[in-house]
């Protein structure tokens, strides 16, 4: 006795996977409508670009209990193998982007099997070691790189036409992202997902089951480098120009405050968290040179008296007023 | 070929020097806490700036520097009140998300309160570079090593002999014993970070006059006085000051003899090196995890 | 060939012998208890069997197979499944998703399945919700099914972790004081479910404070202390073995002191119907 499709596609809106799916995209659709010239295009772009690396970290830190300082070396990576295939290679862009982060996703793979051994504080300290190193070498080799002023991007080409324009990437940015998070939240609901949260709510439990933790953690570990690769591909595309300071330790302490802001077992919470601590430095540019501080306040305060992050906070604060 | 051996030697046991201080700020506040401080870097900004801008005031440089030491205990003191504390039962993520966020609140503050240039301190004793066995050493190395020297020594006094000392020694080992034979750790945690700040700002006053200082120059020192640390083995004194003797030479032979633009990845890749192979460093406790 | 066959395993920290030296054989579709004295060894021994410490010595076979040293989810996917002492329910889950990740074994899931939501997934996981929901009920957690483990009281979340351990559906089941804490009427629950669990051919072997739940519901006791096997044997040829005695009352040196006739001091100890008893944790 199974239920009709409408009344199927009725009950999937309804729930908070489907429903925050479709409002999503319906701001995505919505959103031109009300940004002006172009640098409210820009903003737009930079924010699903960051939400699709904190999508991916936030599985990392929020759902899989893990954590991570240097992702930053992940998103620059994919930038720069795509920005060296393509422009010192000749290779065309749809294929040095998977291509570059497909070899981001086996660097992860190789180098997260010795560091998620690691737990807490000396995960910390590794996966920072791991970024710094990326972007001192980023830095140095400048035959390959440019060096620290890094080297220019050619623009996204499909079937021998050059994508460029706010217009045109917002539609790829905000299209990539509705992916992103559809892929994160049927992951979130699978077995797979559950496996994660076990190892997040007792790992010996979850042994107990028949979870191999280590093996998760190195899966978790690699979708969520590949996703920042894919964002750091796209942004060194769009840009048309990429530099090391993307791969900076800074960078990567900037993704986890997002992720750590907007919520962490929530995959809706991570793009509000890119979405306010992206557009809020670029609205007010008078106050940049309050930016460092306001931002470590802000960490601090959100840990102390959110720990959970904004929108979970939100959400049950919401969940207990209805009652 | 030999004296360039000794200078490398020289300059590296001088930034080993204040490696080692940071270091011994890291392993305090491990000590009482487990936690680590990602902030400890800004307090060696905080030393080397101040007393910057005291001299700048006019002040003398032997009142500069105690003054500017001061400042940033009290920095590390209400630090720890503010931030530290109402978060003390926090698991370690949410610990370290909360020090980076110290570090970045006191790196903000920097900039606004000084401005983002590079400083520089006049050398104590003067710019005379002297001689010794061919190498050529400034007189501030002296200053550095001797100063490092004191401060150790005065801190194993403090360990050893205070009653206070050995309480914070008693806390590192079993904070719950601790606290049942009455002492607080909550005091223990906050003098621990009152002297994690004045060690990391007496490197930054030493080092000023050698390698400047600026609103940014405490990340770096920070992430190098941690690797020292978990070199040495985390937790260990004698452990910080080997590390960072160590990590300094690594460096500077590493940067005179291999390859001076990966100087900096010296440290990484010795903080990588011991979390894979040896997590206890070189005089850490093997720990095995009890269920 | 007995289900689990354990043959002198040992296990030191340090310098102290946790356990020394213990063999014994779990016979499938029975209940076998383990109990001692308070530092006997029960943890640990219990902590080998599910392989979370490595014995020193010594091995542990389940159907013939050498287990001794593998990493902890194999003996899970070998077919042992355990409940903890001290709870270790994701609290970050709702009681139904606890018990849905309990089938971790049995659902064969890969990644990119798992990502692209594909319709053989989406029918895998309604039947892996209507498994989980009889398990609930099957222990008595029907109520709970829409709720927040964070939510639950300690006596449901004793259950709700042998829901989850049964959702593997294990061949042994590992039970770490289940009733501790429980008051009378809980822990009389507990033995009924896991008498029903044993009628169904579960094999459960229990780590037990509880006296009465032991003698009860147990075909086969084990006696620990000081890390060694003391006796093993029916609950009634525990019940009356002098050693036993004497290791939980001491031995009465006084040749005037009446002995007491065995059933009647280890009456003591175990208490009467309705009582506790001097162990009841």
Partial sequence: ?323 | MDSQWLQYVASGLTAGAIYALVALGFSIIYNASRAINFAQGEFVMIGGMSAVTLVGAGLPLWAAVPLAVLAAVAVGLLLEKIAIEPARKADTVTLIIITIGASLLLRGLAQLLWDKRVHSLPAFSGDKPLHFMGATVLPQSLWVLGGAGLAVAALSWFFGRTLFGKAMLATSYNPLAAQLVGISTRKVLFVSFGLAAGLGALGGVLIAPIAFTSYDSGIMLGLKGFAAAMLGGLGSFSGAVLGGLLLGLAEGLGAGFVSSAYKDAIAFVIILAVLFFMPGGLLGARRSDRV | MSLLAVENVSKAFGGVLAIEGVSFDIEPGAVHSIIGPNGAGKTTLLNMLTGIYVPDAGSIRLDGRELRGEPTHRFAAAGIGRTFQNLQVFFNMSALQNVMTGRHLRERCSLFAAMLRTPALTRAEASCLEVARGLLRRVGLAEYEHAASDAMPYGALKRLEIARALAAEPQVLLLDEPAAGLNQTEAREINVLIKSLAAEGTTVILVEHNMKLVMDVSDHVLVLDHGRKLAEGTPAAIASNPLVIEAYLGVDDDPKTPAASPPEGISALLGRPGEGGAWHA
């Avoid at chain 1, 422009?87 to 749809?94: D, F, I, V």
């Fill in chain 1, 1 to 323: 006795m199974s239920e009709s499709p409408l009344t199927g596609t009725r009950r999937w809106a309804a729930s908070p996977r489907g429903g925050g799916l479709l409002a999503l995209a319906a701001v995505i659709a919505l959103l031109p409508l009300v940004l002006g010239n172009n640098y409210f295009y820009e903003i737009a772009i930079l924010v699903a670009l960051n939400a699709i690396v904190c999508v991916g970290l936030n599985l990392l830190i929020g759902y899989a209990g893990q954590i991570s300082l240097g992702h930053a070396g992940f998103f620059a990576l994919g930038g720069y193998g795509s920005a060296i295939l393509s422009g010192s290679y000749g290779w065309p862009s749809w294929l040095s982007m998977p291509a570059s982060c497909a070899a981001v996703g086996v660097l992860a793979f190789v180098v997260g099997r010795p560091t998620l051994r690691l737990k807490g504080h000396y995960l910390a300290m590794a996966t920072l070691g791991l970024g710094v190193i990326v972007s001192i070498v980023l830095s140095t080799e400048d035959r390959i790189t440019g060096g620290p002023d890094g080297m220019s991007v050619p623009p996204l080409a499909l079937f021998g036409w050059a994508l460029h324009g706010e217009h045109t990437w917002y539609w790829i940015a905000g299209a990539a992202l509705l992916l992103a998070v559809w892929l994160a939240l049927n992951l979130i609901e699978s077995p797979v997902g559950r496996a994660l949260r076990a190892l997040h709510g007792s790992e010996i439990a979850a042994e107990t089951v028949g979870i191999a933790s280590a093996r998760y953690k190195l899966k978790v570990f690699v979708i969520s480098a590949v996703f920042a690769a894919v964002a750091g591909a796209m942004t060194a595309h769009y840009a048309g120009f990429i530099t090391p300071v993307k791969a900076s330790f800074m960078h990567s302490v900037e993704l986890v405050i997002m992720v750590v802001f907007g919520g962490m077992a929530s995959v809706f919470g991570a793009v509000v968290g890119a979405a306010v601590l992206t557009t809020l430095p670029q609205l007010l540019t008078v106050l940049k040179d309050y930016e460092m501080m306001v931002f470590g306040a802000v960490l601090i305060a959100t840990m102390v008296f959110f720990p959970q992050g904004i929108v979970p906070t939100m959400a049950r604060w919401l969940a207990r007023a209805r009652r």
